[in-house]
Protein backbone atom coordinates (compact mmCIF):
# COMPACT_ATOMS: atom_id res chain seq x y z
CA UNK A 1 0.00 0.00 0.00
CA UNK A 2 2.46 2.58 0.84
CA UNK A 3 5.52 1.20 -1.11
CA UNK A 4 8.57 0.12 -0.37
CA UNK A 5 10.73 2.87 -0.07
CA UNK A 6 13.81 4.74 -2.45
CA UNK A 7 15.31 1.72 -4.66
CA UNK A 8 11.90 -0.77 -3.55
CA UNK A 9 12.22 -2.85 -7.19
CA UNK A 10 15.95 -3.66 -6.56
CA UNK A 11 15.61 -4.95 -3.09
CA UNK A 12 12.13 -6.57 -3.83
CA UNK A 13 13.21 -7.83 -6.78
CA UNK A 14 15.35 -11.26 -5.83
CA UNK A 15 12.51 -12.59 -3.53
CA UNK A 16 12.00 -16.66 -4.06
CA UNK A 17 8.68 -15.88 -5.45
CA UNK A 18 9.67 -13.95 -8.27
CA UNK A 19 11.85 -16.63 -9.90
CA UNK A 20 11.62 -20.09 -10.66
CA UNK A 21 14.68 -22.87 -10.56
CA UNK A 22 16.49 -23.38 -13.81
CA UNK A 23 15.18 -26.61 -15.59
CA UNK A 24 18.44 -28.39 -15.03
CA UNK A 25 18.07 -27.33 -11.01
CA UNK A 26 21.95 -25.49 -11.23
CA UNK A 27 20.40 -22.19 -10.47
CA UNK A 28 17.44 -22.31 -7.55
CA UNK A 29 16.13 -18.53 -9.03
CA UNK A 30 16.63 -19.38 -12.20
CA UNK A 31 19.63 -16.81 -12.55
CA UNK A 32 17.03 -13.77 -12.25
CA UNK A 33 18.28 -12.42 -8.96
CA UNK A 34 21.28 -12.16 -11.08
CA UNK A 35 19.92 -9.37 -13.81
CA UNK A 36 17.64 -7.54 -11.35
CA UNK A 37 17.11 -4.41 -12.72
CA UNK A 38 17.48 -1.37 -10.16
CA UNK A 39 13.62 -0.14 -11.61
CA UNK A 40 10.58 -1.82 -13.38
CA UNK A 41 11.25 0.12 -16.83
CA UNK A 42 8.15 2.59 -16.23
CA UNK A 43 8.45 5.84 -14.02
CA UNK A 44 4.77 4.89 -12.76
CA UNK A 45 5.26 1.29 -12.45
CA UNK A 46 8.77 2.81 -10.12
CA UNK A 47 6.52 5.59 -8.17
CA UNK A 48 3.75 2.86 -6.87
CA UNK A 49 7.15 0.46 -6.00
CA UNK A 50 8.78 3.37 -3.99
CA UNK A 51 5.76 5.14 -2.78
CA UNK A 52 2.85 2.75 -3.08
CA UNK A 53 -0.58 4.54 -3.61
CA UNK A 54 0.17 7.59 -2.30
CA UNK A 55 3.71 7.83 -4.17
CA UNK A 56 1.88 7.09 -7.45
CA UNK A 57 -0.24 9.75 -6.89
CA UNK A 58 2.12 12.41 -6.21
CA UNK A 59 3.90 11.32 -9.13
CA UNK A 60 0.86 11.73 -11.51
CA UNK A 61 0.14 15.11 -10.59
CA UNK A 62 3.94 15.88 -9.98
CA UNK A 63 3.92 14.63 -14.43
CA UNK A 64 0.45 16.98 -14.78
CA UNK A 65 1.99 20.34 -13.09
CA UNK A 66 5.27 19.78 -15.48
CA UNK A 67 3.15 19.46 -18.53
CA UNK A 68 0.12 22.12 -18.27
CA UNK A 69 2.70 25.25 -18.23
CA UNK A 70 4.36 23.90 -21.68
CA UNK A 71 0.98 22.52 -22.75
CA UNK A 72 -1.08 26.31 -23.02
CA UNK A 73 -0.88 28.15 -26.05
CA UNK A 74 0.06 25.05 -28.08
CA UNK A 75 -3.24 24.98 -30.52
CA UNK A 76 -3.02 28.11 -33.11
CA UNK A 77 0.22 29.00 -33.94
CA UNK A 78 2.61 27.96 -31.43
CA UNK A 79 6.58 28.07 -32.00
CA UNK A 80 8.30 25.14 -33.14
CA UNK A 81 10.62 25.43 -30.39
CA UNK A 82 7.85 25.12 -27.78
CA UNK A 83 5.92 22.31 -29.48
CA UNK A 84 9.23 20.57 -29.23
CA UNK A 85 9.94 20.75 -25.63
CA UNK A 86 6.30 19.74 -25.21
CA UNK A 87 6.55 16.87 -26.90
CA UNK A 88 9.87 16.18 -25.40
CA UNK A 89 8.70 16.59 -22.26
CA UNK A 90 5.10 14.04 -22.95
CA UNK A 91 7.44 11.42 -24.41
CA UNK A 92 9.93 11.17 -21.43
CA UNK A 93 6.50 10.96 -18.84
CA UNK A 94 4.25 8.82 -21.56
CA UNK A 95 2.46 6.38 -18.69
CA UNK A 96 3.10 3.15 -20.95
CA UNK A 97 6.98 3.81 -22.02
CA UNK A 98 9.48 1.34 -21.39
CA UNK A 99 11.60 3.76 -19.18
CA UNK A 100 15.49 4.00 -17.67
CA UNK A 101 15.51 4.64 -13.72
CA UNK A 102 13.58 8.16 -12.88
CA UNK A 103 16.57 9.43 -11.65
CA UNK A 104 19.24 7.69 -14.10
CA UNK A 105 22.07 10.21 -14.69
CA UNK A 106 22.02 9.96 -18.64
CA UNK A 107 18.08 9.72 -18.88
CA UNK A 108 17.84 12.09 -16.03
CA UNK A 109 19.35 14.75 -16.73
CA UNK A 110 18.07 14.89 -20.43
CA UNK A 111 14.69 15.30 -19.19
CA UNK A 112 15.01 17.83 -16.33
CA UNK A 113 16.97 19.65 -19.00
CA UNK A 114 14.06 19.52 -21.39
CA UNK A 115 11.58 20.13 -18.63
CA UNK A 116 13.66 23.43 -17.29
CA UNK A 117 14.14 24.76 -20.86
CA UNK A 118 9.89 23.71 -21.59
CA UNK A 119 9.49 25.75 -18.01
CA UNK A 120 11.47 28.16 -19.25
CA UNK A 121 10.08 28.89 -22.54
CA UNK A 122 6.73 28.49 -21.22
CA UNK A 123 6.06 30.82 -18.16
CA UNK A 124 6.10 34.58 -18.67
CA UNK A 125 9.08 35.68 -16.50
CA UNK A 126 8.43 39.71 -17.07
CA UNK A 127 5.86 42.26 -18.19
CA UNK A 128 4.78 42.51 -21.95
CA UNK A 129 7.36 44.46 -23.72
CA UNK A 130 6.36 47.94 -25.01
CA UNK A 131 7.43 49.36 -27.57
CA UNK A 132 7.09 52.55 -29.98
CA UNK A 133 6.75 54.34 -33.74
CA UNK A 134 9.25 57.29 -33.85
CA UNK A 135 10.79 58.64 -36.87
CA UNK A 136 13.56 61.21 -37.25
CA UNK A 137 12.53 64.96 -38.03
CA UNK A 138 14.29 64.69 -41.70
CA UNK A 139 12.41 61.20 -42.46
CA UNK A 140 8.92 63.11 -41.33
CA UNK A 141 10.09 66.21 -43.61
CA UNK A 142 9.69 63.60 -46.77
CA UNK A 143 6.76 61.83 -45.77
CA UNK A 144 3.79 61.66 -44.14
CA UNK A 145 3.32 60.46 -40.64
CA UNK A 146 1.33 57.43 -40.43
CA UNK A 147 -2.12 58.29 -38.22
CA UNK A 148 -2.82 54.65 -37.92
CA UNK A 149 -1.17 51.51 -37.71
CA UNK A 150 -2.39 50.06 -41.20
CA UNK A 151 0.10 53.59 -42.49
CA UNK A 152 3.14 52.03 -41.47
CA UNK A 153 3.21 49.50 -44.80
CA UNK A 154 4.14 52.71 -46.35
CA UNK A 155 6.84 53.80 -44.23
CA UNK A 156 10.45 52.05 -44.10
CA UNK A 157 10.44 49.82 -40.52
CA UNK A 158 12.78 48.51 -38.31
CA UNK A 159 11.86 45.51 -36.75
CA UNK A 160 13.21 42.94 -33.92
CA UNK A 161 14.17 39.70 -34.87
CA UNK A 162 13.32 37.44 -32.10
CA UNK A 163 15.30 34.14 -33.35
CA UNK A 164 13.33 32.22 -30.14
CA UNK A 165 9.48 33.28 -31.33
CA UNK A 166 10.23 32.05 -35.10
CA UNK A 167 11.18 35.90 -36.90
CA UNK A 168 10.36 38.55 -37.09
CA UNK A 169 8.26 40.51 -33.61
CA UNK A 170 4.78 40.41 -34.15
CA UNK A 171 3.91 44.34 -33.96
CA UNK A 172 0.41 45.10 -31.89
CA UNK A 173 -1.40 48.02 -31.16
CA UNK A 174 -4.06 48.63 -28.92
CA UNK A 175 -6.71 51.70 -30.28
CA UNK A 176 -5.73 53.42 -27.06
CA UNK A 177 -1.91 53.45 -27.47
CA UNK A 178 -2.17 54.80 -31.04
CA UNK A 179 -1.36 58.29 -30.87
CA UNK A 180 0.46 60.73 -33.90
CA UNK A 181 1.97 64.03 -33.52
Known amino acids: ?7 GFRTGCPLPCDFGPTFDGRQADGGGAAICSAHPHNFYFQALTDGGFPGLL ?6 W ?3 LPPARGLWGRAPPLRVGLFASILIQLWPIASTSD ?9 FFLLLGWGLAVAVRIGPDMRSAVVGAPSYFAKRTKPKTPQDLTAHACI ?7 GGLHAWKSRREDVKSG
Not at 58 to 63: E, K, M, P, S, V
Not at 159 to 165: Q, S
Request: charged share 10%; proline share 6%.
Open 1 to 7: MVGRGFD
Open 58 to 63: LFYLTA
Open 65 to 67: AWL
Open 102 to 110: FVNMPMGTW
Open 159 to 165: NLRLPTH
